[in-house]
């Protein structure tokens, strides 16, 4: 997106709930600003970049009724991709069979994701339609992967990174499946009350 287009032309940008905030703190301008200067509906080169280096980003989804939730979803810098200037791409990890997010996706798939780095505090926020594939050519290519997600973005925005604590990461999970090692079973699946429900598949502690 360009400088001089129209914010109106990225779908969904306010609604009356933010407008009515906005004009209580004298803050449409700015807000109408922030949206025709920075969001924008392709993925630039920083985008990528950014994306590409981040082995964690936070996945936002509601159910049919408009029920919210959030979700970490964590892997190894590259695990998500951005496919091309409008869609990216992550595995679905084995986890703890709930499937709160993906199972969200399947009947409302408006999803919003956002990518931080604490060391250098910086944020993205991208929103789009998602979709599920069982059968995606990329699953090979992601070790662990149960499912793979794809996401068309919408609205692509970078937000001020000021109230970011700068933390360090110290190392990476030793759960993030890698094409060298089987990644261990987490403790709570060692646990008497779960071990006699855990999927067969692939070993009942994989």
């Known amino acids: 997106m360009t400088h001089d287009q129209s914010p109106h032309q990225i779908p969904g940008a306010y609604?009356?709930?933010?407008?009515?905030?906005?004009?209580?703190?004298?803050?449409?301008?700015?807000?109408?600003?922030?949206?025709?200067?920075?969001?924008?509906?392709?993925?630039?080169?920083?985008?990528?970049?950014?994306i590409d280096?981040?082995?964690?980003f936070f996945l936002a989804t509601a159910n049919q009724e408009g029920?919210?939730?959030c979700s970490y979803k964590g892997g190894l810098p590259g695990f998500v991709r951005v496919l091309d200037e409008s869609t990216l791409t992550f595995p679905d990890y084995d986890g703890n069979g709930m499937f709160r997010s993906?199972?969200?996706?399947?009947?409302?798939?408006?999803?919003?994701?956002?990518?931080?780095?604490?060391?250098?505090?910086?944020?993205?926020?991208?929103n789009g339609i998602a979709t599920l594939h069982a059968d995606d050519p990329l699953l090979s290519e992601f070790p662990g992967a149960q499912l793979i997600v794809r996401v068309r973005a919408e609205r692509i925005f970078p937000n001020c990174p000021r109230y970011i604590h700068k933390m360090r990461l110290i190392e990476?999970?030793?759960?993030?499946?890698?094409?060298?090692?089987?990644?261990?079973?987490?403790?709570?699946?060692?646990?008497?009350?779960?071990?006699?429900?855990?999927?067969?598949?692939?070993?009942?502690?994989?």
Not at 29 to 39: G, K, N
Not at 53 to 56: F, I
Not at 188 to 197: C, G, L, N, P, S
Request: one cysteine or more.
């Open 15 to 50: 609604h009356a709930g933010s407008r009515q905030l906005q004009d209580r703190f004298d803050c449409r301008r700015i807000a109408d600003r922030l949206e025709q200067v920075t969001a924008h509906t392709t993925f630039t080169d920083l985008d990528r970049a950014f």
């Open 172 to 206: 990476y999970s030793v759960y993030a499946p890698t094409h060298d090692q089987t990644p261990p079973a987490p403790d709570w699946k060692q646990m008497e009350e779960f071990r006699d429900a855990l999927p067969q598949r692939g070993g009942s502690l994989t």
């Open 102 to 126: 993906l199972g969200n996706i399947s009947i409302n798939p408006h999803v919003g994701l956002l990518f931080l780095d604490f060391e250098q505090p910086t944020r993205l926020r991208v």
């Open 53 to 56: 280096s981040c082995p964690m």
């Open 67 to 69: 029920w919210p939730d």
